[in-house]
């Protein structure tokens, strides 16, 4: 509790970008598990996607999804995919003749006691997957774009690359651990990769933005290279970022681990493990991603470098004029 009230007061100065060998290291490691995960397992796709026949139903039967799974199987049917909804049940197969999905409607009426007309019956092609599976890179494109082109011309380039770089870090890490835990990429999924793009953009636009208050006033005679003065708008910003992210990642945490289990929620499932894993992430990126790399950009630059090197040599003429007063001092005490 100490600890947390004095960063809450700002008497802790986290020096995020000097750590920042740290940082890459971990988000180097994320990044190749995450890879290595959609290399290995890749995206378990739904349906709406890859195509198939989807049964919807309710039973008053104590039933578990293996013996529903089971029970669809004995059909012929191979890809059986069996979810709960609430009260009720979802079953997605791979894309049925008609005989055999009005012979499967049939059999689930009689085996879990309904009517066959309460045994919804859905049938999705490819193609229309393949269009939605479009548009979603269409419009991630064009927020891409729309990124670049505001952070551009608000702030400067380099900070717009930063924060494209950062985006592309919290994409490729969530799409991982969906690779490696195996939950479906549904259409509400992609609405939760947009989100937190938004959420990560704003995190890092509040950042950069305190960086581009705090940097304007550094010239020849300043004290602070821009690595410090960064580093100290970013202490500046950091409760803001953590209190907006824990305010938001608690919703999200229970709908993801309370609503999807007692109330079998399966579409706010693939919403919400979008949102929490995003949400963690994109704090991580705007602090330790984005800043370090922006701090990297910038420090090239000659203006920043000439401030640098001055400050390190009038920080070495101090050091070797203390070194050269204790040694007369000694000499004059002998």
């Excluded at 995450?34 to 039973?59: C, D, H, W, Y």
């Excluded at 791979?94 to 066959?116: P, W």
């Excluded at 009038?314 to 005490?333: E, I, L, P, Q, Y």
Aim: proline share 1%; net charge positive; hydrophobic share 50%.
């Amino acid at each position: 509790m100490g600890l947390a009230r004095r960063l809450y007061r700002g008497e802790i100065d986290v020096d995020f970008v000097g750590k920042w060998r740290l940082w890459y290291s971990l988000s180097g490691l994320l990044l190749l598990i995450s890879i290595v995960g959609l290399v290995i397992n890749g995206l378990n796709l739904g349906v709406e996607f890859r195509g198939g026949t989807v049964f919807s139903f309710k039973t008053s039967q104590n039933v578990t999804v293996e013996q529903i799974r089971e029970s669809i199987k004995e059909e012929g049917v191979h890809q059986v995919i069996v979810q709960s909804a609430g009260n009720g049940w979802r079953v997605t197969t791979e894309a049925l003749e008609e005989n055999l999905r009005v012979r499967v409607q049939s059999d689930i009426a009689k085996d879990y006691n309904t009517s066959t007309g309460q045994v919804s019956v859905q049938a999705i092609g490819a193609t229309w997957g393949g269009e939605v599976s479009q548009k979603a890179w269409i419009g991630l494109g064009v927020f891409m774009l729309a990124i670049i082109l505001y952070l551009s011309m608000a702030f400067e380039p380099k900070m717009a690359l930063a924060a494209i770089v950062a985006l592309v870090h919290d994409l490729v890490i969530t799409a991982g651990i969906y690779a490696w835990s195996g939950f479906e990429v549904t259409p509400a999924t992609l609405l939760g990769f947009l989100t937190i793009l938004g959420y990560s953009l704003y995190d890092a636009v509040v950042v950069f933005d305190m960086i581009k208050e705090v940097t304007a006033k550094l010239g020849h005679t300043s004290k602070m290279t821009y690595s410090m003065a960064a580093n100290n708008a970013l202490n500046h910003t950091l409760i803001r970022s953590l209190n907006t992210s824990l305010v938001a990642i608690l919703p999200v945490a229970a709908i993801l681990f309370i609503g999807t289990t007692l109330l079998g929620a399966g579409t706010l499932k693939d919403l919400s493990l979008a949102l929490f894993v995003g949400m963690i992430v994109g704090t991580y990126s705007s602090l330790c991603v984005a800043t370090p790399l922006l701090v990297t950009l910038k420090e090239r630059e000659p203006k920043y470098q000439a401030i640098a090197r001055r400050l390190a040599s009038t920080k070495g003429a101090s050091g070797k004029g203390a070194k050269g007063g204790s040694k007369s001092a000694a000499v004059a005490k002998g």
